[in-house]
T-cell receptor, first 115, second 114 residues
Framework: AQTVTQSQPEMSVQEAETVTLSCTYD???????LFWYKQPPSRQMILVIR??????QNATENRFSVNFQKAAKSFSLKISDSQLGDAAMYFC????????????FGTGTSLTVIP | DAGVTQSPTHLIKTRGQHVTLRCSPI?????VSWYQQVLGQGPQFIFQ???????GRGNFPDRFSARQFPNYSSELNVNALLLGDSALYLC?????????????FGQGTRLTVV
C-alpha cells in the first residue's frame, strides 16, 4: 500500500516570504500522480498543484511550485510571496493512475502566515 | 455551477445508532468517493463508486457501506456508531475513474457521536 508522510505538523512564514513544505511517499508503482491540497477552516479541500510522475519538469502554478524528486520519493511544495490567505492545512496526496478520486493523504502541515 | 454538495453539514448521533450521509457530485461527474477525516489527521479513503459500481474500498469495517444512484449521487451509511466514528466525512467527485481526471471535494459532513 502507498504511504504519504508529512514530517512538519506546523510551519510559519512571514508575509511576502517563501516557505517550503515537505512530503515523502512510498510506492512500488512507476506511474502515479502527486498533489498538494489546501484545507482552510471552511473544510473544503482545494487543489493547489499536481504533478504527474512521468513528467520530469516540476509543476508550477503562479506562486506555488513543487520540487519532485522521483528517485528519492520526495515531493515538496514551495510557496513564494506568502499571503495571509495562504494560511491553512496543507495535505500531500498520492493517486494511482486509473483510480479517479482514490487518494492517499499525508497527515498535513498547518501553515501560519505572520503579518 | 454547483460544486460537490454534501448534506447534512453537521450531525450529532448517539452510540449504536445508524447514520446516512449524502453527496451530490458536480453535474456530469460519474465517480464519487468517500473519505473519513479524524481531527488532526489526513483524510482516509473509504469507498469509490463509478457508474454505480464499487471501484475501491479502504480498510474500514463492514459497518460502513455506500451506494451510488442512477443520478450519480451517493450515500454513505454507518451502522452501530462508535465514538471513534466522530469525524469529518468528505465526498469527492470526478468526471471518470481514469487517469488525468481531476477530483473536486465537498465541504464535508461533521459527524459527532456521543
Amino acid at each position: 500500500a502507498q504511504t504519504v508522510t508529512q514530517s512538519q505538523p506546523e510551519m510559519s512564514v512571514q508575509e511576502a516570504e517563501t516557505v517550503t513544505l515537505s512530503c515523502t511517499y512510498d510506492t512500488s508503482e512507476s506511474d502515479y500522480y502527486l498533489f498538494w491540497y489546501k484545507q482552510p477552516p471552511s473544510r473544503q479541500m482545494i487543489l493547489v498543484i499536481r504533478q504527474e510522475a512521468y513528467k520530469q519538469q516540476n509543476a508550477t502554478e503562479n506562486r506555488f511550485s513543487v520540487n519532485f524528486q522521483k528517485a528519492a520519493k520526495s515531493f515538496s511544495l514551495k510557496i513564494s510571496d506568502s499571503q495571509l490567505g495562504d494560511a491553512a492545512m496543507y495535505f500531500c496526496a498520492y493517486r494511482s493512475p486509473g483510480t479517479g478520486n482514490q487518494f492517499y493523504f499525508g497527515t498535513g502541515t498547518s501553515l501560519t502566515v505572520i503579518p | 455551477d454547483a460544486g460537490v454538495t454534501q448534506s447534512p453539514t453537521h450531525l450529532i448521533k448517539t452510540r449504536g445508532q445508524h447514520v446516512t450521509l449524502r453527496c451530490s457530485p458536480i453535474s456530469g461527474h460519474k465517480s464519487v468517493s468517500w473519505y473519513q477525516q479524524v481531527l488532526g489527521q489526513g483524510p482516509q479513503f473509504i469507498f469509490q463508486y463509478y457508474e454505480k459500481e464499487e471501484r475501491g474500498r479502504g480498510n474500514f469495517p463492514d459497518r460502513f457501506s455506500a451506494r451510488q444512484f442512477p443520478n450519480y449521487s451517493s450515500e454513505l451509511n454507518v451502522n452501530a456508531l462508535l465514538l471513534g466514528d466522530s469525524a469529518l466525512y468528505l465526498c469527492a467527485s470526478s468526471l471518470t475513474g481514469s487517469r488525468g481526471t481531476e477530483a473536486f471535494f465537498g465541504q464535508g459532513t461533521r459527524l459527532t457521536v456521543v
